[in-house]
């Protein structure tokens, strides 16, 4: 016997209770998710600290790691990293690790999950990674030479670590470039594999202090791309909380 079904109308006190609804739904989802906001080069965890602030009005849980960026070389970072995701992913009271990682964080970033991408790992967050390296570490390879491993590895020259890293697999991703970056080139931060890719018109790490950066990073991490609509990016440079 074949099935019967009939047309509901929905009124409209009950629509709202469906958007009300679904609005707790997507709030309860963002506390279970943990994000761990990590620095570049020759800067600290603290850079991190307003966009965390922001994340966690949106919702969020965050968390900054830090790392001594002048010592040591990437791979080392890399499994430091690597070794706080799995903490973090061991923990009960989250269901979903997400990861923002500005400039060479981006790098350490993807060493850490190249090696072992944590069960819970949701999404990554690129901002001003040098993908293919970073000119002005080029610049200053001699000195490189001498004093600072790390700033080698991040160099745009053939055979460095960074252009010899492999693009993620099994990773989803998006990456946010500054359209005045005078440390890192646009054609840098692109990468194979991205889900998604966004311009935003401001300086290398002025960047991390802008809202529309912050609400960029929100929507990635929820919904897996950028929203591009003209509203979207601010053409300020709006630093406020």
């Known amino acids: 016997m074949a099935g019967t079904y009939c047309i509901v ?74 070794s706080k995701l799995e903490k973090l992913n061991e923990d009960p009271s989250i269901d979903t690790i997400h990861l923002v990682a500005h400039s060479m964080g981006g790098i350490l970033a993807r060493c850490a999950l190249a090696r072992e991408k944590p069960e819970k790992f949701g999404r990554l967050v690129m901002i001003g990674t040098p993908n293919h390296g970073s000119y002005i570490a080029g610049h200053l390879e001699p000195l490189a030479r001498r004093f600072c491993r790390t700033l080698l590895e991040v160099s745009d020259r053939e055979g460095s670590f960074t252009r010899c890293l492999p693009p993620p697999t099994d990773l989803e991703f998006g990456v946010i470039a500054s359209r005045r970056d005078r440390v890192v080139r646009l054609e840098s931060t692109f990468l194979e594999g991205q889900a998604d890719h966004l311009i935003i018109p401001s300086q290398h790490t002025e960047i991390l202090f802008r809202r529309d950066t912050s609400r960029q990073v929100a929507h990635f991490l929820e919904h897996g791309c950028f929203d591009h609509s003209p509203a979207a990016v601010s053409p300020t440079n709006t630093r406020q909380p």
């Open 9 to 82: 109308p929905v009124s409209r006190s009950h629509s709202a209770f469906l958007k009300f609804a679904a609005m707790n739904d997507s709030a309860a989802d963002r506390s279970r998710s943990f994000v761990l906001l990590t620095h570049g080069f020759g800067s600290h965890r603290w850079f991190m600290a307003l966009m965390a602030r922001r994340l966690r009005a949106a919702g969020f849980r965050t968390g900054l790691w830090g790392y001594r960026s002048f010592f040591s070389d990437i791979e080392s970072h890399g499994e430091r990293l690597r």
